[in-house]
């Protein structure tokens, strides 16, 4: 079975600061990744994904994931946050075998200080 | 609006109720899943249908949840005899085709106390 695992709970930073949030994955077959965001009062909306090709992918509002196969790692990154990154983030895995079911982190909670 | 629209979006139950959330995905769309999410957690898989036909169950908790989506278009999930931990937001998603070629997109999802 596939698990995500997101060890970075409650993430606080001050605007421009650069921004990275682990996710740790475990399946050893072939994946397909992805990074959500939810912020606060909204819905559930894709950031980016990655399914094959580079593996250096980039998503909206300058958002960027990286993923290395050897660590089993798909993590988020952004150069210089803004207060309105402030929301919740999620990665989701799932296997590359027909099922279509996400297997959810459990989600960063993202707090950015003016 | 042309998102999912998920109803009602709060329910408050009494222990030993029915419930039935109901999700109407963005028209066109093929697949539906559902997902339930408890505080702190990250979404869970409850079930996914393709067109009408329900293709995977396989994360309802036990046989007092069920879903249909009679017509292809609009979901209901439903609760028997709900219980204190049943409480939780639900949330359904849909997509225009199979995952991961293309993107789920989430309703706001119902938030559900039993209390």
């Known amino acids: 079975a596939q698990s995500v695992s997101q060890h970075n709970h409650h993430v606080i930073l001050s605007e421009a600061a650069s921004l990275e949030l682990g996710c740790n994955y475990s399946?050893?077959?072939?994946?397909?990744l992805f990074w959500y965001v939810q912020y606060p009062g909204q819905h559930l909306q894709l950031l980016l994904k990655y399914f094959s090709g580079d593996p250096l992918v980039k998503g909206i509002k300058g958002f960027e994931a990286e993923f290395i196969k050897s660590k089993f790692s798909f993590n988020l990154r952004k150069p210089s946050v803004q207060w309105s990154d402030t929301a919740e983030y999620f990665c989701a895995v799932s296997d590359n075998f027909g099922n279509e079911k996400l297997t959810f982190g459990t989600g960063t909670r993202l707090t950015i200080i003016p | 609006g042309a998102g999912v629209s998920q109803s009602p979006r709060y329910k408050v139950t009494k222990r030993g109720q029915d419930v039935a959330l109901r999700c109407d995905p963005i028209?066109?769309?093929?697949?539906l899943y559902w997902y339930r999410q408890a505080l702190g957690q990250g979404p869970e898989f409850l079930t996914y249908?393709?067109?009408?036909?329900?293709?995977?169950k396989s994360g309802l908790p036990n046989d007092r949840f069920s879903a249909e989506r009679p017509e292809g278009s609009i979901s209901t999930l439903t609760i028997q005899r709900t219980e204190q931990r049943d409480s939780a937001m639900y949330r359904c998603?849909?997509?225009?085709?199979?995952?991961?070629?293309?993107?789920?997109?989430f309703g706001q999802g119902t938030r559900l106390t039993v209390v």
């Open positions: 249908f393709n067109y009408e036909a329900q293709q995977d």
């Open positions: 399946y050893g077959g072939t994946v397909n």
């Open positions: 998603a849909s997509s225009p085709s199979r995952l991961p070629y293309t993107e789920a997109f």
């Open positions: 028209s066109g769309h093929v697949s």
